[in-house]
């Protein structure tokens, strides 16, 4: 796991460009435009997995709430990589650098199923969800996951 600076735009613009051409791109909250990508770079913790050539594999943009509280704000694995645990992999990683107690906060699109199966398999809850929240007219499902 590394923690990436604005030098890593690029890889992954690249990666969101990929998701933002596929039908129903919505339902992946890709309304990360390049200047959200370089503030979250500048202003908030993106960690990255990378491959042996250095090419990036998944990305996972968070924002410290409070000490204790952090939120979920985007993650993406290559869409040619997906399902073979890279995203557990550098949640996990990331999660290890946590100091307890933690909480985690995210939401997510009501029809995203491979985020919300994640989520779901990382033990996240399900706590509310937000009708009418995406510009589709999709509901968020605001999930939490804690550690004492
Ligand atoms: C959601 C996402 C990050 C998952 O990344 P990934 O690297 O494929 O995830 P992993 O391989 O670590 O998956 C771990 C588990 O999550 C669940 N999962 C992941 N993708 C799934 C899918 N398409 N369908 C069902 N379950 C899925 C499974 O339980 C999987 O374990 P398993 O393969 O042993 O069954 C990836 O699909 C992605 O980038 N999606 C587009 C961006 C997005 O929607 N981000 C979330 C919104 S912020």
């Known amino acids: 796991m590394k923690l990436l600076d604005p030098s890593h735009l690029m890889l992954m613009a690249e990666i969101r460009d990929i998701y933002k051409a596929l ?7 890709l309304i990360w435009t390049d200047n959200m990508l ?4 500048k202003s908030q913790e993106v960690f990255g997995l990378f491959d042996e050539e250095g090419l990036l594999k998944s990305f996972l943009i968070v924002k410290k709430i409070s000490p204790d509280i952090h939120e979920i704000h985007m993650m993406m694995t290559h869409p040619e990589i997906v399902r073979r645990g890279f995203m557990a992999q550098l949640f996990q ?3 290890q650098t946590c100091a307890r107690p933690w909480e985690i906060w995210l939401e997510v699109h009501e029809r995203n199923l491979a985020a919300i199966r994640f989520y779901e398999k990382q033990g996240f809850l399900l706590d509310s969800h937000r009708a009418n929240y995406y510009p589709d ?3 968020a ?3 939490s996951l804690k550690c004492n």
């Open 93 to 95: 990683a990331w999660l």
């Open 137 to 139: 007219g999709g509901a």
């Open 38 to 41: 370089i503030e979250s770079l």
């Open 23 to 29: 039908p129903d791109s919505e339902e992946f909250g």
């Open 141 to 143: 499902l605001l999930y």
